[in-house]
């Protein structure tokens, strides 16, 4: 059965590990082209050596989102090699948690470099490509810490909620060029060993169940199907419920 993914160029960033492994996966499944980039070649490498053990092709990119200069020549370099590029993912980020008064502005910058500015600059370039092609979708991995918090979060709420305005702002500017542009809000996403989970761990959930990579990656396919291009400028929360759950303490 011919899919709509059959020959799409799917770029997915933090692809070494958790989530990002498992949307190359998802992708590469519906017959997409995964183009993997990660900072950390070993666990990049892993991540395409599963993808070749299953029979997909996949080109990877060792890149640090943290890096401007690294991700303009990356996004250059698949333009050279493949010509076209049709789904971005901007899935990489990381959270130093730490107090407040003793966060430093280096290691706030380290954050918000990462988590927002690598995704603008990402979904910068690779705008011009889907332009020059047609149009195209990008998401961007946000999180529930976008809409609320843990103490000591500063910097990745900051990061993940700035990825949420970023999200609407860039919809509204690359809609004539027929790209969409949207986000995803992840709650608990259980990327180790998902049978040592505990049994309240699941039933705080509303959903009664922690959530697992692929509930993001069935997210994705949606948010990127050309046939949803309605959906443009918004954020889908996968939480199983828990950012509209009250909780007291009895």
Request: with cysteine; aromatic share 6%; hydrophobic share 40%.
């Amino acid at each position: 059965m011919q899919s709509i993914y059959n020959d799409k160029i799917v770029l997915i960033t933090g692809a070494g590990a958790g989530i990002g492994r498992t949307l190359a996966t998802a992708f590469a499944e519906q017959g997409a082209t995964p183009v993997l980039v990660d900072k950390d070649a070993d666990a990049l490498e892993q991540t395409g050596k599963q993808l070749q053990t299953a029979g997909y092709d996949s080109l990877s990119f060792v890149t640090d989102m943290s890096k401007p200069d690294e991700i303009v020549q990356m996004l250059l370099d698949v333009e050279l090699m493949l010509g076209r590029l049709d789904i971005v993912i901007n899935n990489a980020g990381f959270g130093i948690w730490k107090s407040p008064y003793d966060l430093s502005v280096d290691e706030w910058d380290s954050v918000v470099n990462t988590n927002l500015r690598g995704t603008f600059v990402c979904s910068r370039e690779a705008a011009k490509i889907m332009r020059a092609g047609g149009g195209g979708a990008i998401v961007n991995i946000s999180s529930t810490r976008a809409l609320m918090s843990e103490p000591n979060s500063e910097a990745y709420a900051a990061s993940k909620g700035g990825i949420l305005s970023l999200t609407h702002a860039m919809a509204v500017s690359l809609g004539p060029d027929r790209i969409t542009v949207n986000a995803i809000c992840p709650g608990w996403i259980e990327t180790g060993e998902y049978s040592k989970l505990r049994t309240e761990d699941h039933s705080q959930h509303p959903a009664m169940r922690v959530g697992r990579p692929e509930d993001i990656a069935r997210a994705c396919l949606y948010l990127t199907d050309p046939s949803n291009d309605f959906v443009t400028g918004t954020h889908i929360t996968i939480d199983g419920g828990m950012t509209r759950k009250m909780i007291y303490e009895e």
